[in-house]
C-alpha cells in the first residue's frame, strides 16, 4: 500500500507536464458516412432485426451505444433492455453489384495501430484492427470491427486519412445484408489482462479488456473540429453504482489515468471507491476510510426492475441490496488484479507456445514519456 502511494504521489506532478505536451484530440467520422452530422441516426446506425411482443422489427437504436438490446417489460409495463451494445455500428454508403460494401474505414484520429486480428473466426468482432492515441489523460483505444479486408499492420502510425481496412460482415451473426462497421472508443481495462487470463490470442486487446464508451458522443462532441476532452466527458457521465474496493497495489488504470482518481494523493486511504455508469464504463475512483477485504457495493441508482437486468448482470438485487454477482465480482477484479498481491493467490497464467509470449510481450501498450519516476 506504501508502494501504491509513493507511485500515486508522484502523478499530480506528471499530469501538468503530460498535458502541456499532448493536446486534446480532434475526433472525425471513421467512414463517408455522415449521416450522424445531420441527425439521420436512422441512416447512420445499422438495425438489428427484432422480434417481440410478436412484432418484427429493423430498430436502428440497437446500433447505437447502450443498454439498446434485448428489450423486456417489467409486471408493471414498464420497457427496459437487458443488453450492452458497447459500440456504434456504422452503415454503409456504397455496394457493388453483388451487395458487398465498399466503404473504407478510417482512423477517427490519429495514432498507432496496436492490433491486428485477421481471422474472421477467432473473434465475435471478426476481423478487426485496434489503434492507440495518445490524449493528455493517457492512452486511449479505438476499434473498428467486423471488416472485409485489413489494410494496415500492428506498428503503423495512421492519419485520419489512412485507411484501416473495408467495411464488412465477418464475425458472428453478421450476413451481407447487415454489414457495418463496429467501432468504439475505450479505456484498457489491465495492461496484465493476458497474464491474467491466459488469453494470449488477442492478449491485451480483447474485448473484454477495454470498456468502451459512447463513441457517437465524442463524434458529435467534435463536428466541426473541436477537440474533445475525455476527462470532462467521462466526468459528465451519471454514476449507476459504486463499489468500494481493497487498496492492495497500484491499481492499473489508475497507474495510466491518474485523473480518474479524485482524492488527494498525498494521503492514503483505507479502500477506494470506484464509480461506475450502468453501462461499466469507470468515471471516477475515490478515497474511502471504511478498509474492505473484498469488492462490496456501497450504492446503487433505483431502478423499476433489478438490478441485474440492467448491469450485464453485474449487480444483483434492488438498489436497497444490491451486491455483486459472480459476473460482477469477476469485472471488478480485472480492474484490481496484481500478480501475487490481489485476489488472493493469484498466478499469471503463462502461455502454451513461448513464441506467443514474445508475441505477447510485444503488443505491451506503448508509455507516454514525461518524467522518469522513482522506484
Not at 133 to 141: A, K, L, S
Not at 182 to 211: C, Q, W
Not at 217 to 224: A, N, R, V
Amino acid at each position: 500500500m506504501i508502494r501504491l502511494f509513493r507511485t500515486l504521489c508522484l502523478l499530480p506532478a506528471l499530469i501538468p507536464l503530460l498535458a502541456s505536451a499532448v493536446e486534446d484530440l480532434v475526433y472525425t467520422l471513421p467512414t463517408e458516412n455522415d449521416a450522424l452530422y445531420r441527425g439521420d441516426n436512422e441512416g447512420y446506425f445499422m438495425y438489428c432485426d427484432r422480434t417481440f411482443e410478436g412484432e418484427k422489427s429493423k430498430p436502428w437504436e440497437a446500433g447505437s451505444f447502450g443498454m439498446v438490446r434485448n428489450p423486456f417489460r417489467t409486471t408493471a409495463g414498464q420497457l427496459f433492455f437487458s443488453r450492452l451494445h458497447e459500440g456504434i455500428d456504422v452503415k454503409p454508403m456504397r455496394r457493388d453489384a453483388a451487395g458487398e460494401p465498399l466503404d473504407p474505414v478510417h482512423p477517427i484520429a490519429p495514432g498507432r495501430v496496436e492490433h491486428v486480428n485477421e481471422s474472421p473466426g477467432a473473434s465475435n468482432y471478426g476481423r478487426y484492427v485496434v489503434v492507440s492515441h495518445v490524449v493528455p489523460e493517457g492512452i486511449i483505444y479505438t476499434l473498428y470491427a467486423h471488416l472485409a479486408k485489413v489494410s494496415c499492420r500492428p506498428g503503423d502510425e495512421v492519419q485520419r486519412t489512412s485507411e484501416l481496412g473495408i467495411l464488412g460482415h465477418s464475425g458472428t451473426g453478421l450476413n451481407r445484408e447487415r454489414a457495418h462497421c463496429h467501432v468504439e472508443i475505450a479505456l484498457m481495462v489491465n495492461s496484465a489482462y493476458d497474464r491474467m487470463t491466459g488469453d494470449y490470442k488477442h492478449g491485451l486487446f480483447h474485448g473484454f479488456n477495454l470498456i468502451g464508451f459512447n463513441t457517437a458522443d465524442i463524434l458529435l462532441q467534435s463536428k466541426g473540429n473541436k477537440p474533445v476532452s475525455i476527462a470532462q466527458y467521462l466526468e459528465s457521465l451519471p454514476e449507476h453504482y459504486r463499489v468500494r474496493v481493497p487498496c492492495v497495489g497500484t491499481m492499473d488504470i489508475l497507474r495510466r489515468h491518474p485523473f480518474l482518481y479524485k482524492g488527494s494523493f498525498a494521503t492514503r486511504p483505507a479502500s477506494l471507491e470506484m464509480s461506475f455508469t450502468q453501462e461499466g464504463i469507470p468515471r471516477a475512483v475515490y478515497p474511502s476510510d471504511i478498509p474492505v477485504t473484498e469488492p462490496v457495493v456501497v450504492a446503487c441508482k433505483p431502478v423499476a426492475t433489478l438490478q441485474q437486468n440492467v448491469t450485464m448482470n453485474r449487480l444483483k438485487g434492488s438498489s436497497k441490496d444490491a451486491a455483486l454477482t459472480a459476473t460482477g465480482r469477476a469485472f471488478i477484479n480485472r480492474f484490481l488484479w496484481i500478480e501475487g498481491k490481489y485476489p488472493p493467490g493469484a498466478k499469471a497464467v503463462p502461455p502454451k507456445d513461448a513464441a506467443v509470449g514474445l508475441k505477447a510481450a510485444a503488443r505491451r501498450p506503448r508509455s507516454v514519456k514525461t518524467t522518469k519516476r522513482r522506484p
